[in-house]
T-cell receptor, first 115, second 113 residues
Framework: GNSVTQMEGPVTLSEEAFLTINCTYT??????LFWYVQYPGEGLQLLLK?????DKGSNKGFEATYRKETTSFHLEKGSVQVSDSAVYFC??????????????FGKGTLLTVNP | DTEVTQTPKHLVMGMTNKKSLKCEQH?????MYWYKQKAKKPPELMFV???????INESVPSRFSPECPNSSLLNLHLHALQPEDSALYLC????????????FGEGSRLTVL
């Protein structure tokens, strides 16, 4: 079956530090890949996505590149801010679309950014 | 501002109570979802409605009863819950199936005493 493995947290950084959160996946074919973010006390928000190999998703200074050869979709940001403190979930949606509504989530990584 | 609205934000209920969670979206999305999220865990899918028909039930106990009165509304009826059902219940919507791009509400935090 499909699975997503992301680095265990928590991750604690100082403001302006470089962020990487690793995510690898197991799935057949070419799934769509996502990063969702959950700020304290809120629901999840889509941060970025990529739907085919070598696509780069980007938003709010965050980037992730869909690497088919390494089955990875690592999240990066060059300079984090205190406001980036949240839980980050990597997720995949199987190839094929149609009526497949199931997202597979990673376990989540808690990021804390200190001033 | 989230475009998926959930009410109430907080709910405390006893094990013999009957209550409902409500969700509304006006984005014209045709799929709507209920997820359950425990602390420090990813969301777990409970139900999916597609074009107002129940398409996925992830073997959820019958004390949870979903309802989709129309394409914009989704309810979750709760009856005879257990303390272990205490969690954040998230509603989400998507344009259709398979794309994976979900729009989540802020959730209803349920405490069962």
């Amino acid at each position: 079956g499909n699975s997503v493995t992301q680095m265990e947290g928590p991750v604690t950084l100082s403001e302006e530090a470089f962020l990487t959160i690793n995510c690898t996946y197991t799935a057949t074919g070419y799934p769509s890949l996502f990063w969702y973010v959950q700020y304290p006390g809120e629901g999840l928000q889509l941060l970025l996505k990529a739907t085919k190999a070598d696509d780069k998703g980007s938003n709010k200074g965050f980037e992730a590149t869909y690497r088919k050869e390494t089955t990875s979709f690592h999240l990066e940001k060059g300079s984090v801010q205190v406001s980036d403190s949240a839980v980050y979930f990597c997720a995949l949606s199987p190839q094929g679309g149609g009526s497949n509504y199931k997202l597979t989530f990673g376990k989540g990584t808690l990021l804390t950014v200190n001033p | 501002d989230t475009e998926v609205t959930q009410t109430p934000k907080h709910l405390v209920m006893g094990m013999t109570n009957k209550k409902s969670l409500k969700c509304e979206q006006h984005m014209g999305h045709r799929a709507m979802y209920w997820y359950k999220q425990k602390a420090k865990k990813p969301p777990e899918l409970m139900f999916v409605y597609s074009y107002e028909k129940l398409s996925i039930n992830e073997s959820v106990p019958s004390r949870f009863s979903p309802e989709c009165p129309n394409s914009s509304l989704l309810n979750l009826h709760l009856h005879a819950l257990q303390p272990e059902d205490s969690a954040l219940y998230l509603c989400a919507s998507s344009r259709g199936g398979g794309a994976g791009e979900l729009f989540f509400g802020e959730g209803s935090r349920l405490t069962v005493l």
